[in-house]
């Protein structure tokens, strides 16, 4: 019964033990292909708290911070509301004591046709649609590759990838008739750590629950055995009491 112990001191260090929240980016809307002139605005979050975190970028070898040396610094969130070409480049969120969140690849460009793909990762057994985007906003069919392989035709402009696996990972892109959009790679990720935090909970609830029910068969045992032990005692001092009785009773016949 030694380990019963061990297993209550890791449920209770687990159902105590502090949730350490790191900071994360979020993209709106949630793309890595542009057009110049269109709009985007990449916010910071810590804790489900905003503000305190720096947005940083990299582009032709250089790096530097949201209100600086690009867009528009406003709380947390980093805007852009007319992109040029100049603003591609990898984005992430960084807090004063050196804490980076994931990066993220934004690419603006002047070209006919973009694909619209997921700037952050996609979590597994999610959905996700791709849409080949002309800059005219028309035509009629739109081919889709993955790893320069082509493995869609469509009547329309979307592509949807159902319940996504790790190995869906991989670079997309697509066409039309006449052009063609630039290479994007889709990321895949595990899910919300939400969701593990909540499983990793009933797990401790269930390990909990059968500690006790362990406990509980261990001290009921315990009882058995100790009303056992009574018994066994007692039954000596009963044959003792008749003999007793049976030497008075002759005793009182003389």
Known sequence: MKSVPLLLGLSVLLLSGRTVSAVSLSV???LQQFFSEDSVSLSCVEGGQTGGQIMKRTAGGQTGGC?????TMSSSSC????????????YWCETSDGQKSQQVNISVRDDRVILQIPALPVHIGSDVTLRCRSKNGYFETA?????NVHFSLKLNETWTIRDVRGTDEGKYSCSTETYGSPYSWLRVAAPPSSVIRLFCLLVVVCLFCICSVILMSWGCSRMTENKSAVSMEMTPCVEEYD??????ITHLDV
């Open 143 to 147: 081919y889709f590759f993955r790893d």
């Open 243 to 248: 003999v007793i009785t049976a030497d008075v």
């Open 28 to 30: 709106s809307p949630d």
């Open 67 to 71: 209100g600086q040396s690009f867009g």
């Open 79 to 90: 805007s852009f509301p007319h992109l040029s070409c100049s603003d591609s480049g990898v």
